[in-house]
């Protein structure tokens, strides 16, 4: 059975707006659950950018979220929230939160909890709601990637890049993918990608009509933005379909819009975390039929770069936003 539940956590704060150094370790009441949440006994949480956004102040989370930072975990159920039927205490699980996750606790929605995929630890466990939730929203139920199309993804190395490479490849679409090095290129090709860009020696539009003989890709996944956006345009395919899930390199340009009109495109975009509650429950669920039964299959893997003791955030932060890792950051908190 779970543990007692104290009543004071630790969490990492931000003590004001800032740089990765405004993150400390901290004191604060552990939460109690909501209806329908579930608390949670953190393992371990992962690092994303939308941390490092919050952290700098231009990324707050919604009204009825936790202010701490954090949108992944995995730990042990230790309480309930009324209206709480799918799990019992004791429960492994790894949840995506819209808040909470740089704790010793965390109250998540049960609806947006998932078991242990088989044979995942707890720490490849807490590495996967985020982007696997975001790649499903995207690339699946709102781009319709099928096998046998061609898919351009952007920031391949990274968490968000890697699971959608290595999904696409599993349901046999071909898939390019944009990355800053050689030696990310080599890792992205290695875990399924079948070209990969460095964007630092080659534009990616350029080497994209060649792979593709001039007919373009069906399907784009960008968090870039900034001048990536046309070059995308000039990249799809007639009917071609691209996902915008961040904007990196700005949401403020001038791009000639003509490309939709004349090659038929639909552009589309989504933000997770203010996803109405229904549909991330949906998700959920879309994810523990199709997705949980290819890491038992061995057909997909969690990669994980580096762990950092939740005492170190900041460090963690800085590793994240220097864009020399391949794969997730990870903060161990009761490992």
């Known amino acids: 059975m779970p543990a007692a539940i104290p009543s004071l956590m630790h969490y990492v704060m931000a003590r004001e707006p800032g740089p990765p150094e405004v993150l400390t370790l901290a004191e604060m009441a552990t939460p109690a659950p909501k209806q329908g949440d579930v608390l949670i006994e953190v393992a371990y949480a992962g690092v994303n950018r939308p941390d490092c956004i919050q ?6 989370p919604p009204a009825d979220a936790s202010p701490v930072i954090g949108l992944e975990v995995a730990g042990t159920i230790v309480a309930l929230g009324d209206d709480v039927a799918e799990w019992r205490l004791g429960d492994r699980v790894c949840a995506l939160t819209p808040g909470g996750g740089y704790a010793e606790y965390c109250a998540a929605p049960a609806a947006c909890c998932l078991p242990y995929p088989d044979g995942l630890s707890a720490l490849e466990a807490a590495s996967l709601p985020e982007n696997y939730f975001t790649v499903w929203n995207n690339l699946f139920d709102r781009v319709y990637l099928k096998a046998g199309e061609t898919v351009l993804i952007h920031g391949g190395s990274g968490g968000i890049g890697l699971a959608a490479i290595q999904l696409a490849h599993a349901i046999g679409a071909i ?6 090095s050689d030696d990310k290129a080599a890792f992205c090709k290695a875990i399924g990608a079948d070209h990969a860009i460095n964007y630092r020696q080659q534009d990616f539009a350029v ?3 060649a792979i593709t003989s001039k007919r373009g890709v069906d399907v784009i996944l960008d968090m870039v933005g900034g001048d990536y956006i046309e070059k995308n345009l000039k990249s799809l395919a007639l009917e071609g ?6 904007f990196l390199q700005g949401s403020r340009v ?8 004349m090659k038929r495109l639909t552009i589309t975009g989504s933000t997770l975390r203010a996803s109405p509650a229904a549909r991330k429950a949906a998700l959920a669920r879309s994810l523990r039929e199709h997705v949980w039964p290819l890491f038992a299959a061995r057909k997909l893997k969690p990669v994980i770069h580096r762990v950092f003791p939740l005492a170190e955030a900041a460090a963690a932060h800085r ?13 161990a908190v009761r490992p």
């Open 55 to 60: 952290r700098a102040g231009n990324y707050p």
């Open 175 to 180: 898939t390019i993918t944009t990355v800053g």
């Open 207 to 209: 080497e994209v009509a």
């Open 241 to 246: 379909r691209m996902a915008i899930i961040a």
């Open 254 to 261: 001038i791009v000639d819009w003509r490309h939709i009109m």
């Open 319 to 331: 590793l994240m936003e220097s864009s020399a890792h391949i794969g997730k950051i990870m903060l």
